[in-house]
T-cell receptor
């Protein structure tokens, strides 16, 4: 069965360290997204990609970067982790952009920055 | 700015009916989604509305009024497993999903 996985599921790091969160999907979807979810906020878009070599900034992209070298993977890098980046991070993918473009979500990564 | 409002928390009784409201103000509209999210898990798709009216899918129905910037999710014959957060999201003019903060639904026996 097709799926979307994230690793690690939990991560504790220190302020200033570089951290990379992995996202891998086997849906063969062109569109991939990274969100963060914080209490009291809706999901907020960090970065997204509509295909290989395509990356775009979302609403809260400062301090984050992504790269898309193949269809399956969209790793998210925190350049220099800050306590404000403590959050739950979700990766998602979708087949199309418009219309009933259901997004399929990974299980999430809980990141704590101390 | 863009804004989606939904109640923070609601409580209902097993077997009853509950309606979760969502109002939105966004730059453009290309559809409204409802997702379910159990605690500690990923969101999963429930429904999509792009035209005014009611869409029914089993025990769940979703309604949309574009002129009022309003939607609701109706859950019938509530079961304990329906205890979850329900997320409203609008696809804006740039085809980006704008998400509400979610409504936590508590089901009591």
């Amino acid at each position: 069965d097709a799926e979307i996985t994230q690793s690690p599921r939990h991560k504790i790091t220190e302020t200033g360290r570089q951290v990379t969160l992995a996202c891998h999907q086997t849906w063969n979807h062109n569109n991939m997204f990274w969100y963060r979810q914080d209490l009291g906020h809706g999901l907020r878009l960090i970065h997204y990609s509509y295909g290989v070599q395509d990356t775009n900034k979302g609403e809260v992209s400062d301090g984050y970067s992504v790269s898309r070298s193949n269809t399956e993977d969209l790793p998210l890098t925190l350049e220099s982790a800050a306590s404000s980046q403590t959050s739950v991070y979700f990766c998602a993918s979708s087949e199309i952009v418009a219309g009933a473009n259901e997004q399929f979500f990974g299980p999430g990564t809980r990141l704590t920055v101390l | 700015g863009q804004n989606i409002d939904q109640p923070t928390e609601m409580t209902a009784t097993e077997g009853a009916i509950v309606q979760i409201n969502c109002t939105y103000q966004t730059s453009g509209f290309n559809g409204l989604f409802w997702y379910q999210q159990h605690a500690g898990e990923a969101p999963t798709f429930l429904s999509y509305n792009v035209l005014d009216g009611l869409e029914e899918k089993g025990r769940f129905s979703s309604f949309l009024s574009r002129s009022k910037g309003y939607s609701y999710l109706l859950l019938k014959e509530l079961q304990m497993k329906d205890s979850a957060s329900y997320l409203c999201a609008v696809l804006d003019s740039n085809y980006q999903l704008i998400w509400g903060a979610g409504t936590k639904l508590i089901i009591k026996p």
